[in-house]
């Protein structure tokens, strides 16, 4: 099992940035992949960015990339997503997720088993 908490949301106008922050318990930090994904209302849950917690290998979504930022602190179990130039579009709530098991896509959703509750990031124009 894993426990994933996310904290740091919040309103900020456009142009403005966030770190959201994602402290993970339960297993081995090294042991398990982590995504952040984002679901704004009446949309279906999309993907933001992955890292990998025992290699450090990173990807983002295209809608994000040049401005998202992911990194970890592996002595204290967190993940941050670090949110730039932030546009009224990236409003959502996000979620961060942890995966155990091999993926073919980390940009699935289904590849994650275990989820935070989530944030809310409210962007204004």
């Known amino acids: 099992q894993v426990q994933l908490v996310e904290s740091g949301g919040g309103l900020v106008q456009a142009g403005g940035s966030l770190r959201l922050s994602c402290a993970a318990s339960?297993?081995?930090?090294?042991?398990?992949?982590m995504g952040w994904f984002r679901q704004a209302p009446g949309k279906e849950r999309e993907f933001v960015g992955f890292?990998?917690?025992?290699?450090?290998?990173?990807y983002y979504a295209d809608s994000v990339k040049g401005r998202f930022t992911i990194s970890s602190d592996n002595a204290k179990n967190t993940v941050f997503l670090q949110m730039n130039n932030l546009k009224p579009e990236d409003t959502a709530v996000y979620y961060c997720?942890?995966?155990?098991?091999?993926?073919?896509?980390?940009?699935?959703?289904?590849?994650?088993?275990?989820w935070g509750q989530g944030t809310q990031v409210t962007v204004s124009s």
């Open positions: 997720a942890a995966g155990t098991k091999t993926a073919t896509n980390i940009a699935d959703r289904t590849a994650y088993e275990y």
């Open positions: 339960g297993r081995t930090f090294s042991s398990y992949f």
């Open positions: 890292i990998n917690n025992r290699g450090g290998n990173r």
